[in-house]
């Protein structure tokens, strides 16, 4: 099971911290993702997370201000949204991928969570 919180209402150029906590099976295998959904927008790949925490990827959008990482003796992955505009207004979702290195598509993650609301006023 997955679980995101740490959503909230924050003004133009603010930070939050997002988190997603694992449970219910062994955290270190998996590669963990954070994708967003924006109304009437497709979902969007954000960043995610080798199982090491050694390889980390972005896209494009939010590069230089967000940050992905991990601790595994938490079973929790982290995302610090810094620098964050209007536009990053959206439900985020973090999943978990069986693999040491997740990729940038839906496809190749295995289970969900339950998404957290990020809105950001202008």
């Known amino acids: 099971q997955l679980q995101a919180c740490g959503g909230g209402l924050v003004q133009a150029g603010g930070s939050l911290r997002l988190s997603c906590a694992v449970s219910?099976?062994?955290?270190?295998?998996?590669?963990i993702g954070w994708f967003r959904q924006a109304p009437e927008k497709e979902r969007e790949f954000v960043a995610t997370?080798?199982?090491?925490?050694?390889?980390?990827n972005y896209g494009d959008s939010v590069k230089g201000r967000f940050t992905i990482s991990r601790d595994n003796a938490k079973n929790t992955v982290y995302l610090q949204m810094n620098s964050l505009k209007p536009e990053d207004t959206a439900v985020y979702y973090c999943?978990?991928?069986?693999?040491?290195?997740?990729?940038?598509?839906?496809?190749?993650?295995?289970?969900w969570g339950k998404g957290t609301q990020v809105t950001v006023s202008s």
């Open positions: 997370i080798s199982n090491s925490g050694g390889t980390t």
């Open positions: 219910g099976r062994p955290f270190s295998p998996y590669s």
């Open positions: 999943a978990a991928a069986r693999r040491p290195v997740g990729g940038k598509t839906r496809n190749e993650y295995d289970d």
